[in-house]
T-cell receptor, first 111, second 113 residues
Framework: SQTIHQWPATLVQPVGSPLSLECTVE??????LYWYRQAAGRGLQLLFY??????ISSEVPQNLSASRPQDRQFILSSKKLLLSDSGFYLC??????????FGSGTQLSVL | SQQGEEDPQALSIQEGENATMNCSYK?????LQWYRQNSGRGLVHLIL?????REKHSGRLRVTLDTSKKSSSLLITASRAADTASYFC?????????????FGKGTHLIIQP
């Protein structure tokens, strides 16, 4: 069966520090991969999506970047975190857009 | 920008009552989906309704879709305390490409025991 792993669950980072969040998917090949951010009490904002290795599309200009070094690995990074980068980050995968499978999320606090 | 907008933002009812949440959207869609999120967790897919469908059932869930009004509703019957969560609608827009779904801001549902 398919599973998605996202870590860490919580992260507290100082302003200006780097960031690396990792997401891996098991049990499926060539999935579409997504990074969403959710501000407190708000909906989900799509940050990046990828349809294949090395293929990254960005939805909003920001301080973050994403990479897909392997078929089932998706990484969210930043060289220097800002206060506004705080939020709940969710990785997701799908085969088509009829169902997204989400990871358990990472709560990032930038102080 | 947000495609789906849920209404109400928050809903508190007694256990056993029915809970109804609404979603409005702006553009033509292929399908509309409802997801559930427990506090501090990822979202879980509940149900999908296609643009050519008007109503769909899954267990205690009933979803309706009115494409002329660009709206959908999610009904949870005989609510339980475990139904307490946030519920999001998400739309798959026509011509949206591979860039995923567009989510609303959610309805926070509280079931009072």
């Amino acid at each position: 069966s398919q599973t998605i792993h996202q870590w860490p669950a919580t992260l507290v980072q100082p302003v200006g520090s780097p960031l690396s969040l990792e997401c891996t998917v098991e049990g499926t090949s060539n999935p579409n991969l997504y990074w969403y951010r959710q501000a407190a009490g708000r909906g989900l904002q799509l940050l990046f999506y990828s349809v294949g290795i090395g293929q990254i599309s960005s939805e909003v200009p920001q301080n973050l970047s994403a990479s897909r070094p392997q078929d089932r690995q998706f990484i969210l990074s930043s060289k220097k975190l800002l206060l506004s980068d705080s939020g709940f980050y969710l990785c997701a995968w799908s085969v088509n857009r009829e169902k997204l499978f989400f990871g358990s999320g990472t709560q990032l606090s930038v102080l | 920008s947000q495609q789906g907008e849920e209404d109400p933002q928050a809903l508190s009812i007694q256990e056993g009552e029915n809970a109804t949440m609404n979603c409005s959207y702006k553009t033509s869609i292929n399908n509309l989906q409802w997801y559930r999120q427990n506090s501090g967790r990822g979202l879980v897919h509940l149900i999908l309704i296609r643009s050519n469908e008007r109503e769909k059932h899954s267990g205690r869930l009933r979803v309706t879709l009115d494409t002329s009004k660009k709206s959908s509703s999610l009904l949870i019957t005989a609510s339980r305390a475990a139904d307490t969560a946030s519920y999001f609608c998400a739309t798959d827009a026509v011509g949206g490409g591979a860039d995923g779904l567009t989510f609303g801001k959610g309805t926070h549902l509280i079931i009072q025991p």
